[in-house]
């Protein structure tokens, strides 16, 4: 084990610590930047007002329909909030006629709802690739009800559909995204090709949409993918479950909803995510009025992600990748022969040159946002591009965020079938102890790996956290 200074306000320390045992992985190694691929100046994605996508993994933005409307591309904010009106109406109108869940129309207003993830604009919570999945049935049917008991209430407005992560514990934002994404595909598309002509990158018929013209990028596997570009002004950050900000302010705004949600979680001492579903619920579920004051609420406060505050330290993993690496390479190879115990020494290499940059550089900066910590995201992107550097030189793969059967584990590396490492990350203020004592074990046992590292980024709130895990070591 090892340990860095105790941090002041202005810094950030690593505290890592090796445990032994044994993994399955995809692999991931060079992230593909799409200006990168195609030969274009990251600043022409910049100056058209579009994200610069990742073509092999998937980035942690979603669609907001909220934010349609305010977007700076006539196409979206015009024919995008038409086709996507007219679309979630059509659903509105079938269930206001349902009398059951089953019958025709409720049966109809399911096949309207796709809310399969489409892997053409690499958004969402993708692990180690881009392929796209399909969501339960259960998923989709649950959209439906509350719909249902919304437009029971007597609301009609199609944007509710972006407010159903706050009511139901398994849709989130990335399904809504979706969903939005299918249904303004064109408009997606016709910027898209709009950027190519301009660029001259290459476009062809895209299987799905047989009219629809489109760049695409053929995967390590050789399969090849549709692109579409995404305006930056239409996508948020997906949020952490806890982070429910945004909505307390949708509330607030509100005597009558703020009074209803108090009295509710009034008599919880540590409110649950379901606690505050719930409460949130009950507080505007009672009549059309109630619902749509706080989706108007929701409305004006809703913002697209900054760019400059960089909350998932997403820019600053593109400007890295863009940039001169060789600032975090060491001059050192490995010997991958010698199996495992290489393989740990170059992951320690990697958390070295990261805890450096960040206590004796300004990397630091990039993990603040207005005096607090940064979401876990950003360190763990940060980190991503300096250790890539090193599986480039060496030939050892990387998987962020693979997920092991119980969930992600942030990264693996790996040589071969046998030779694997787990890395997982936590900030200082989450639940280091559960991390340690009982979330890498679960991974490590799911993928069998044979040896897995725990670190730990000290905001300076570790508190006694790592005497609790001394502990669990004696």
């Known amino acids: 084990m090892y340990q860095s200074l105790q941090p002041n306000q202005d810094c950030v320390s690593l505290l890592v610590e090796v445990i032994g045992v ?6 991931l190694k060079e992230p593909i930047l799409f200006s990168k691929h195609f030969g274009v100046a990251p600043e022409t994605l910049m100056e058209s007002g579009l994200i610069d996508p990742f073509l092999n993994v998937d980035t942690q933005l979603f669609i907001d329909p ?19 009106r007219e679309y979630f109406t059509d659903i509105v109108r079938l269930l206001a006629i349902s009398r059951t869940a089953g019958d025709p129309p409720w049966r109809a207003a399911q096949r309207l709802l796709d809310l399969r993830e489409p892997p053409e604009n690499g958004l969402g919570y993708g692990g180690s690739g881009r392929s796209g999945s399909s969501r339960p049935d259960e998923v989709r ?22 407010l159903m992560g706050f009511f139901e514990d398994n849709v989130g934002p990335d399904t809504i995204s979706d969903f939005t994404t299918r249904v303004i595909a064109r408009q997606l598309a016709i910027i898209t090709l709009e950027y190519c002509n301009k660029h001259n990158i290459p476009v062809e018929r895209h299987d799905d949409a047989q009219e629809t013209l489109l760049p695409h990028y053929t995967d390590s596997k050789g399969t090849k993918r549709a692109i579409i570009l995404v305006p930056r002004d239409i996508v948020r950050d997906l949020p952490v479950a806890n982070d429910w900000s945004e909505i307390d302010a949708a509330a607030a705004a509100s005597q009558r909803i703020r009074d209803r949600v108090n009295q509710y979680l009034g008599r919880i001492a540590k409110p649950t995510v379901s606690d505050r579903k719930m409460a949130i619920r009950s507080a505007i579920m009672d009549s059309a009025e109630l619902f749509d004051l706080f989706l108007a609420s929701v409305k004006g406060i809703a913002a697209h992600y900054d760019v400059n505050k960089d909350a998932l ?29 290489e393989i740990v020494a170059m992951v ?3 958390l070295g040159v990261f805890k450096h940059h960040v206590e004796k550089g300004n990397l630091w900066e990039e993990l603040w946002i207005d005096g607090a910590p940064k979401r876990e995201r950003a360190a763990q992107l940060i ?21 092991m059967g119980g969930g ?10 046998s030779a694997r490492v787990l890395v997982e990350i936590k900030r200082s203020n989450g639940t280091v102890r559960h991390g340690y004592e009982k979330q890498l074990e679960y991974y490590k046992d799911a993928a069998r790996t044979f040896r897995g590292i725990f670190v730990v980024i000290d905001y300076g709130d570790l508190g006694d956290k790592l005497t609790q895990i001394e502990k669990i070591l004696c």
């Open 408 to 417: 992600p584990v942030d990264f693996k590396f790996s040589v071969g079938y």
């Open 383 to 403: 980190y991503f591009a300096i250790a890539d550097c090193f599986c480039i030189a060496n030939d050892v793969d990387i998987s962020p965020e693979a997920n």
């Open 22 to 27: 044994s993994g399955v992985m995809s692999t």
């Open 348 to 350: 320690h290499d990697t």
């Open 141 to 162: 049917d649950a959209v439906l009800q509350t719909t249902k008991e919304i437009v029971d209430l007597g609301s009609r407005d199609p944007e509710m559909i972006s």
């Open 313 to 341: 330290g997403y820019y600053r993993l593109k400007a890295i990748l863009q940039g001169d690496t060789t600032q975090f390479r060491v001059g050192k190879r490995y010997d991958l022969a010698k199996g495992i115990t």
């Open 66 to 84: 909220i934010l349609l409307e305010k977007s700076a591309h006539p196409c979206i904010r015009n024919e995008g909030v038409t086709a996507f």
